[in-house]
């Protein structure tokens, strides 16, 4: 008779493992200040209890950063608390009409920016802005060409893929300079090396 396994105990801040806990690595990025623009994540229900999942992470990191789960049953997304008019509103998704992020674009703004950033699979991501009804008027902006997906925790179905993590930080360096995409990727970096050591040659989980 084959034993169960025992469910791993967890950090109940930052998700990982108890010995792999990033909080002190939280509270050390915390402790810089750097300055963020409000990011809105727009997550999918099914995501929301997978350890596996990144947007918690930058929940984590940016003060500002809001996650809104989306897709349940009789529950709708409060349009009132993600699209604020003293901000421009700009939707991080590859759409036709998508826009490249770039720092003229964000230039061309007269109000600070606020990201909103689908979270799910791309298939879920996909259907966001047609489901959500109050984006309907809101730009799309997608990022410029850059270096291939750290993310190795999961299977990536495109070969220009990115975490949402990683999505957020790339955008966030356009939007406010370098610095903050650095440091937030040295978190990124630590939590995937972490978890892979841990796994001990496991796969990758499907999305």
């Known amino acids: 008779m084959s034993r169960r396994r025992k469910p791993e105990a967890r950090c109940p801040t930052c998700r990982m493992r108890q010995e792999l806990c990033l909080c002190s690595e939280i509270a050390a990025f915390r402790a810089l ?28 990191l940016l003060p500002r950063c809001e996650i809104h789960v989306r897709g349940e049953v009789g529950r709708t997304l409060d349009a009132s ?16 009409q998508a826009r490249p992020l770039t720092a003229a674009l964000v230039s061309e703004l007269d109000k600070p920016v606020c ?44 070969a220009d893929g990115l975490a949402t993590f990683e999505a957020i930080a ?17 978190v990124f970096t630590l939590m995937v090396d ?11 989980i499907d999305d």
């Not at 993600?82 to 036709?96: A, F, G, K, M, V």
């Open 194 to 204: 972490r978890t892979l050591r841990s796994r001990e040659g496991r796969q990758p």
């Open 33 to 60: 200040k750097l300055s963020s623009p409000r990011v809105t994540v727009l997550m999918h229900h099914r995501e929301a209890q997978l350890t596996t999942n990144t947007a918690h992470l930058a929940a984590l």
């Open 81 to 96: 608390a993600i699209l604020n008019p003293n901000e421009s509103p700009l939707l991080l998704y590859p759409s036709e």
């Open 115 to 158: 990201l909103i950033v689908p979270d799910g699979s791309w298939r879920q991501a996909s259907k966001v802005a047609k489901r959500e009804s109050f984006l309907a008027h809101v730009p799309h902006v997608t990022l410029n060409a850059d270096a291939p997906t750290r993310y190795l925790l999961r299977r990536e179905p495109k």
């Open 170 to 186: 790339r955008a966030l360096g356009v939007i406010e300079g370098p610095r903050l995409r650095l440091e937030m990727e040295k």
